[in-house]
């Protein structure tokens, strides 16, 4: 009967566990999102205004990579290359934001534009591209 009880209390402390973890962590909101522009996608960028991140996944196990390539839109309208960067394998992440510094620390009062493509050979080949201007927060 006590271990009966001992796996009782066990079990039900791993369930209260479990659901303060569930409930302590909210879910990211990102102001925007798009896929690359193949059939079956197999990239996905995230923008989130505030803080400059954006966020690229490789969602697809077909030999390409994700990249994205990202600019400032100056006031006349022309794009202000800013940085690139790349992940690959499937179900991998990347991202990049205002806190790592410098470069990544887009200029303010200016949209942003990110070119999402599926990569090949190391920059070589870009294809599947899909882009869009964004605001910053």
């Known amino acids: 009967m006590a271990l009966k009880k001992m796996l009782t209390t066990v ?3 791993a ?3 479990l659901t303060t973890f569930a409930v302590a962590s909210p879910a990211l909101a990102y102001d925007n999102s798009w896929k690359t522009d193949d059939r079956d996608p197999g990239g996905v960028v995230y ?3 505030y803080g400059d991140v ?3 996944c490789d969602i697809e196990a077909d030999g390409w990579a994700t990249s994205a390539q990202v600019f400032s839109v100056r006031p006349d309208g022309l794009r202000t290359f800013e ?6 394998g499937n179900g991998s992440c990347a991202d990049r934001k205002a806190s790592e510094g410098a470069t990544f620390n887009l200029p303010e009062d200016r949209k942003v534009f ?3 493509c599926l990569m090949k050979d190391d920059w070589a080949r870009l ?3 899909d882009s869009g201007t964004v605001a910053q927060g």
């Open 15 to 17: 369930a209260a566990v």
């Open 54 to 56: 954006v966020k690229i």
């Open 47 to 49: 923008w989130t205004g």
């Open 127 to 129: 294809d599947y591209c």
């Open 11 to 13: 079990g039900m402390s």
């Open 114 to 116: 990110i070119n999402l």
């Open 83 to 88: 940085y690139q960067f790349y992940v690959g």
